[in-house]
């Protein structure tokens, strides 16, 4: 397995493959030369022949970044990475390279998209439908029925209600409560949510 990425959020994801295999990380790269090791393994800072044909894991937190990543990598993909203590129906289904954390939930008949992350103590409720790039911050609580669009971010300890829709690249902010359904790109702070701006639409 090769882990791409080598800040905060890929010192984590080291620390859940190795609960679950510890033999089972073979490079990490970074683009940023200036990180040379972390947690003790070599830090490369491009694909070599020798990576050819293993699997890769996107392990950047920032959603667009995370996409990049993905759209300029040819290695496969892993599928999805989830936390032994996480606590996961035997129903829903999840995508490739998307990331489960510690003492999350995912609860009966809930899709997750690719390339998405659970985050750490995050409960997502029954009939959960996620696109790709979708990043649940730790604490936050997604209730039953609710539709979030690809790359939008739910802020640490956020709450949204049942059968909320949630648009693509929206930013939930920490705390929020989010009781209407949210447009594309908007960002969304407070209880109960309200927008304050828009983030800036990019080419996808």
Same mark, same amino acid.
């Given at each position: ?98 990331? *489960?954390? @510690?003492? =999350? +939930? &995912?609860?009966?008949?809930?899709? /997750? #998209?690719?390339?998405?992350? !659970?985050?750490? %103590? $995050? ?12 990043? *649940?911050? @730790?604490? =936050? +609580? &997604?209730?039953?029925?609710?539709? /979030? #669009?690809?790359?939008?971010? !739910?802020?640490? %300890? $956020? ?12 930013? *939930?902010?920490?705390? =929020?409560? &989010? ?13 109960? %949510? ?11």
């Amino acid at each position: 397995m090769i882990i791409y990425g080598a800040s905060g959020h890929g010192k984590v994801i080291i620390d859940i493959v190795n609960s679950i295999n510890s033999q089972a990380i073979d490079f990490i790269i970074d683009d940023d030369p200036s990180i040379i090791n972390i947690k003790g393994l070599n830090v490369f800072h491009s694909f070599t022949e020798e990576m050819t044909g293993k699997e890769v894991i996107a392990a950047v937190g920032n959603n667009r970044i995370r996409k990049k990543i993905v759209e300029k990598v040819s290695n496969p993909f892993i599928k999805a990475i989830v936390h032994p203590s996480a606590i996961i129906s035997e129903d829903i289904k999840i995508g490739n390279g998307s990331v *489960v954390m @510690p003492n =999350a +939930t &995912i609860n009966s008949s809930s899709i /997750i #998209g690719d390339h998405c992350i !659970i985050n750490t %103590g $995050a409960i997502i409720e029954h009939d959960a439908n996620f696109s790709d790039f979708v990043h *649940v911050s @730790p604490g =936050a +609580t &997604i209730t039953g029925n609710v539709n /979030i #669009g690809e790359g939008t971010q !739910i802020g640490a %300890g $956020a709450t949204v209600i049942p059968g909320v829709s949630i648009g693509k690249w929206v930013t *939930v902010g920490a705390g =929020a409560v &989010i009781i209407n359904d949210i447009p594309d790109y908007a960002v969304v702070v407070g209880s109960p %949510g309200r927008i304050i701006k828009y983030n800036r639409v990019e080419n996808e």
